[in-house]
């Protein structure tokens, strides 16, 4: 498995809507239950899995697009990590960001799974054209809804990274989908918007499509188009599916099949469908 090098947080790390995004917090209660899983009690892995199988399950549906390809995935990733349990118990064993490694692990060895985006003009569909960096730094903080600094976290980028990546990705999503202010600025009058400025903003939800910085405008709208969309891609995994899984995890079998999953919810975000991190 590649493992990103993590990096230190670069500042104190606020909450996050996910209830996940206290590191430290989240280390010092799952370590106990990995060390119990890596002794081989497979209930104590139960308990871990139960914390973070939505994250998984909505991370992975994010890239592939395809509910049953995602329950497959989510299998295979959940039962690959037992095996992983020894080298995740140290002291920067943090569940959430080894899994997320793990599933980058599996959508790359399956080639062809994250569709181009058809649907001209529309700021979800235009995320499955980013570069990678700013595909899942979007994923992760704007559209599954993480906090800057759990997004760093997950994602194994710098938080400096994280703010230039999801500024960047908002200025290409808006060329992506034809938008334009009329009549080119003259180049010695345009400058490049501020990434932190872009932060202070999105977290605040000060948008000023009037500004005097078009580009922030730009960006911004963007961003607020995609918080806007993401509840229609929304869902959670089926929890037939999920309680199935856990029972396979509890007794330590083969992952079986994961059944018809309902239609609710098959929006694409390109040939990827949008779930969420957490809940409402």
Do not use: K
Not at 104 to 122: F, Y
Not at 137 to 160: E, F, I, K, N, Q
């Amino acid at each position: 498995m590649a493992l990103r090098p993590q990096r230190p947080s670069d500042a104190q790390t606020p909450a996050c809507p996910c209830r996940h995004g206290d590191v430290p917090a989240e280390l010092a209660g799952q370590r106990p239950l990995l060390e119990r899983a890596a002794a081989g009690d497979r209930e104590a892995f139960a308990l871990v899995y139960d914390t973070q199988v939505e994250g998984v399950y909505h991370y992975l549906l994010a890239w592939t697009g395809n509910p049953a390809e995602t329950a497959e995935l989510t299998a295979q990733v959940f039962h690959a990590a037992i095996g992983w349990l020894p080298a995740t118990t140290g002291a920067e064993g943090e569940a959430a960001a080894w899994l997320t490694a793990m599933t980058r692990d599996a959508l790359a060895q399956r080639q062809g799974s994250c569709g181009a985006a058809e649907a001209a003009g529309d700021v979800v569909a235009a995320v499955a054209r980013l570069r990678e960096p700013e595909r899942e730094v979007v994923v992760l903080r704007l559209l599954l809804g993480h906090s800057l600094d759990h997004t760093a976290h997950l994602s194994a980028y710098s938080r400096r990274a994280v703010l230039e990546l999801q500024l960047a990705a908002c200025l290409a999503i808006h060329e992506l989908t034809g938008g334009a202010h009329p009549g080119p600025a003259p180049p010695d009058t345009r400058r490049a918007p501020s990434a932190e400025e872009f932060e202070r903003l999105l977290g605040r939800w000060e948008i000023d499509l009037t500004g005097s910085d078009p580009a922030l405008a730009d960006a911004l709208a963007v961003a607020v188009s995609l918080r806007r969309s993401a509840p229609e891609y929304v869902f959670a995994p089926p929890a037939e599916f999920v309680e199935r899984l856990r029972a396979e995890l509890v007794a330590g079998g083969e992952p079986g099949g994961v059944g018809e999953l309902p239609a609710r919810g098959r929006a694409t975000l390109g040939g990827g469908v949008l779930g969420p991190a957490f809940g409402p």
